[in-house]
């Protein structure tokens, strides 16, 4: 069955360090990607999203996500953080070409960021 | 623009009452999509629409149903409500299957 695995479930850092969340899925084909960010009550709302090119794409707030395929991964990345960035991060991911295939989303990696 | 709307906020149910919570769009979305949320599984699929008039399973259906009249609302419906159906709920809609969700604010659902 197809799956997308988030294997960090609580992240915990302080401001300024670096962030690599890791995102691995089973699709075997063609597929959309995204990382959606839900802030502390708010909607979610996506962060970053990869179709097709270039397989580093940048997103929201200094986000930046890079897809390997021969990984199948889709791990999400920012340089410095700050406290703002305290939410929970979820993968997404779709085989487009496959019309049975439905969106799946990860587990989601809550993260928090000391001042 | 509202984008994706969705009542009530919150509910509480005693079990085996039945309730249908709201979403609407304004952004004549043709996908729309019905999720759960619940602690350490993410979001998981319940239904979802390709277009008036077209629905589908996702991931976890039972005991719940959808139906889409027009391309701005997709209703759920609970038909008779159940403790493990206490979640938060959210409906979301794109333009087209695969591409970017909007996300209403979510329903939170209490099943006593």
């Known amino acids: 069955a197809q799956s997308v695995s988030q294997h960090n479930h609580h992240v915990i850092l302080s401001e300024a360090a670096s962030l690599e969340l890791g995102c691995n899925y089973s699709?075997?084909?063609?597929?959309?990607l995204f990382w959606y960010v839900q802030y502390p009550g708010q909607h979610l709302q996506l962060l970053l999203k990869y179709f097709s090119g270039d397989p580093l794409v940048k997103g929201i707030k200094g986000f930046e996500a890079e897809f390997i395929k021969s990984k199948f991964s889709f791990n999400l990345r920012k340089p410095s953080v700050q406290w703002s960035d305290t939410a929970e991060y979820f993968c997404a991911v779709i085989d487009l070409y496959s019309s049975a295939s439905k969106i799946i989303f990860g587990s989601g990696t809550r993260l928090s960021i000391r001042p | 623009n509202a984008g994706v709307t969705q009542t009530p906020k919150f509910q509480v149910l005693k079990t085996g009452q039945s309730m249908t919570l709201q979403c609407a769009q304004d952004?004549?979305?043709?996908?729309m999509s019905w999720y759960r949320q619940d602690p350490g599984m993410g979001l998981r699929l319940i239904h979802y629409?390709?277009?008036?008039?077209?629905?589908d399973q996702g991931e976890v259906p039972n005991g719940y149903n959808v139906s889409r009249s027009t391309t701005e609302d997709f209703p759920l419906r609970l038909l008779s409500a159940a403790p493990s159906q206490t979640s938060v709920y959210f409906c979301?809609?794109?333009?087209?299957?695969?591409?970017?969700?909007?996300f209403g604010p979510g329903t939170r659902l209490l099943v006593l």
């Open positions: 699709y075997g084909g063609t597929v959309n």
């Open positions: 979301a809609s794109s333009l087209m299957r695969g591409e970017t969700q909007y």
């Open positions: 629409s390709v277009g008036a008039g077209i629905t």
């Open positions: 952004m004549n979305h043709e996908y």
